[in-house]
């Protein structure tokens, strides 16, 4: 059985968001469509039944459409509005900009999976991933930010192979 699971590459889950959120294009929000948490933040599942994780949709947004993630950075809303995914009106800033993403934090460590014992050599990466991990990086994204938002379900190590580049067999 794997332990892994593969996310949809960048321009799906782009589409997704667009799909999901009733998009105007312009200034108007767009609100997530899907599920939405006790304190009003989309969610999305990806994986399979057995193995998942939960993802915060305003963070995908500004992740699959803006990409510069920094570590340690939080995603903050410029319009007082949780459910919007809009990237125009999601900004990164520490914790002190933001005190309601303060326990998006907290809940996002929470479900950090613990990788103890796991063969990080057989972590899965699909082709569109090592892409996705080498723009990230390569607009200056942090990969230790893009690991922790999209990738923890495998080794770090895993990821700063990717970015590298070298030697890097993918399916
Ligand atoms: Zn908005």
Redesign the pocket.
């Known amino acids: 059985m794997t332990k892994h699971f593969c996310l949809p590459d960048r321009v799906d889950i782009q589409r997704e968001i667009i799909k999901k959120s009733g998009v105007v294009m312009g200034k108007e ?2 609100i997530w469509n899907g599920a939405i948490d006790k304190n009003g933040y989309g969610t999305r599942r990806y994986g399979t039944k057995k193995i998942n994780k939960n993802f915060f949709a305003h963070r995908l947004s500004f992740l699959v459409f803006k990409g510069e993630l920094k570590d340690g950075m939080q995603i903050n ?3 007082d ?1 949780p459910s ?1 995914v ?1 990237p125009v ?1 999601l900004y990164q800033g520490t914790q002190a900009d933001n005190m309601a993403d303060v326990k998006d934090r907290g809940r996002g460590a929470k479900e950090k999976p613990n990788l103890q014992g796991e063969n990080h050599h057989s972590a899965k990466l699909t082709s569109k991933d090592v892409k996705f991990i080498r723009e990230h990086k390569k607009k200056g994204g942090s990969l230790r930010a893009l690991w922790k938002e999209l990738f923890n379900h495998l080794s770090y190590s895993t990821i700063l192979m990717a970015g590298r580049g070298s030697n890097w067999k993918y399916e």
């Open positions: 929000c767009w809303h410029t319009c509005n919007c809009n009106h």
